[in-house]
């Protein structure tokens, strides 16, 4: 792409090979980027903009493309990829977010690594495939969109650029004379293509001409692209809400966990604490919500008022695992996945639990049926769709759960959250677990919630 198809001379980031494109749709995006480091970046911007100028540029326009690439996963179950030169994985991970995969472009010119690019997305599966740069000021959700569309009728889709290469190019079938030989750094490259296709007998569609950034005359276009537009969404939002009453004692705990995450909000909505877990909370700078008690209504409430754009709902006895957030954005990122949940861990080393924990994550994987103790997540705009929690004194989420599998899957994370093991220290580790598969199958037999909640009580008073 580079001046010639809008990825800048470098080709810029490319999505993983064969086995990376994990539970690929049927639709692939590649992006090719370059990880932003000063004086090896946007070259031909430096003696207008300076090395970190010119770096920092880049690092805007990949962004916003990434931005779009959120935005296009909305509109179509499409997969994304990453491919960059510089930086590592781990860097480049950190710098765009968890949510999408992401691989090196490896060796060769522009068109091997192109090439390559296409041949490891169409043989793991994908049907039609649309490789991007990211210095396009004025590229859309809708021409991507239009890109996809195209392709289900066309050989060949192609975004010219105005200085006679192109900003995008998607297939449904690996043609690698499209990229052999290729003038890169042309006026010639979107013609010579032409010719190449007319003589490989492919159908083309043109999509809009635009412009790119990639030298010091071509700045005024970002300039004029971004004069209105607003800050890029970088990751989605996650608001952890916690319903709490009387955990005082497990609360400090249960926050540190939260924390060293970025774009994260906690919300902890108690139902009328006797203890100082409202003070608890208040000093950590979580907002708190006080309302009366009930789990249901108390989550319902939190996620009333929480900003994100995914919401966790946390137990005030159960720990988060380290880099959770990054479990949660990577598992939503799925077009197939609806909501997810973490394996189980209670908090006691006794070998009877370790049983329990086994048959409760088995019965998470298999049946894709998690329970509150495993931190649900799900989309918040879905959550809304479906109407919250049923306001229920017991099982709401079973019920949330047994809807959330009629829209799609349910993804279990590989960490484990840590629960208290208070539940089972108290009635014992046969008893309680016993509980916990009796009530769930009483209530799929058709006994109401309030009957289960009063006898649920009465074994373990606890709250639900």
Do not use: C
């Amino acid at each position: 792409m580079g001046s010639m198809i809008g990825f800048g001379n470098s080709l810029e980031a490319k999505r993983p090979r064969h086995s990376t494109w994990a539970n690929p749709g049927r639709e692939g995006l590649v992006i090719f980027t370059r990880y932003p480091e000063p004086g090896k970046t946007k070259t031909r911007l430096i003696p207008s903009l300076g090395p970190d100028g010119a770096a920092g540029l880049h690092r805007k326009m990949t962004e916003r493309t990434l931005t779009l690439a959120r935005q296009l996963r909305s509109y179509r179950p499409v997969s994304v990829e990453v491919r960059y030169e510089g930086g590592n994985k781990r860097l480049v991970e950190q710098w765009l977010g968890a949510d999408f995969t992401y691989r090196p472009q490896g060796r060769g010119d522009l068109g091997e690594r192109m090439a390559r690019a296409f041949h490891e997305a169409l043989q793991a599966g994908l049907d039609r495939v649309v490789l991007v740069g990211t210095d396009i000021p004025d590229i859309t959700v809708g021409i991507l969109l239009r890109a996809f569309e195209n392709l289900r009728y066309t050989d060949l889709v192609l975004g010219p650029a105005r200085d006679g290469g192109y900003y995008l190019i998607g297939l449904r079938q690996g043609f690698p004379q499209l990229f052999v030989d290729m003038p890169w750094g042309t006026a010639k490259v979107l013609e010579r293509t032409g010719q190449i296709a007319d003589d490989l007998g492919l159908s083309v569609v043109h999509l809009e001409t635009l412009d790119d950034v990639d030298r010091p005359e071509d700045l005024h276009l970002w300039e004029k692209a971004t004069k209105h537009m607003p800050k890029p969404h970088l990751l989605p939002r996650i608001s952890i809400i916690i319903p709490t009453l009387n955990e005082a004692a497990n609360l400090v705990t249960i926050l540190e966990s939260t924390r060293n995450a970025s774009d994260v909000e906690v919300i902890v909505v108690d139902g009328g604490s006797t203890d100082e877990t409202v003070d608890v909370a208040r000093d950590w700078g979580t907002k708190v919500l006080t309302i009366e008690p009930g789990r249901a209504r108390q989550m319902n409430a939190g996620a009333a008022r929480a900003t994100g754009d995914v919401l966790l709902f946390l137990h005030g006895d159960t720990r988060l695992p380290r880099g959770y957030e990054n479990h949660i954005r990577k598992i939503l990122a799925h077009p197939r996945a609806v909501a997810g949940a973490f394996r189980l861990r209670v908090d006691a080393n006794l070998s009877a639990l370790r049983i329990m924990e086994r048959l409760v994550n088995l019965r998470s994987r298999r049946l894709q049926f998690p329970y509150g103790d495993q931190a649900i997540f799900l989309r918040a705009d879905l959550f809304r769709e479906m109407g919250g929690f049923p306001d229920m004194p017991i099982m709401e989420d079973f019920e949330l759960i047994r809807r959330l599998r009629r829209r799609g899957r349910i993804v279990i994370a590989p960490v484990p959250v840590l629960t208290s093991a208070r539940r089972w220290e108290n009635l014992g580790i046969v008893r309680t677990t016993l509980i916990n598969y009796a009530i769930p199958l009483a209530y799929y037999l058709g006994a109401s919630p309030s009957l289960l909640a009063r006898w649920y009580h009465g074994k373990r008073g606890i709250q639900t």
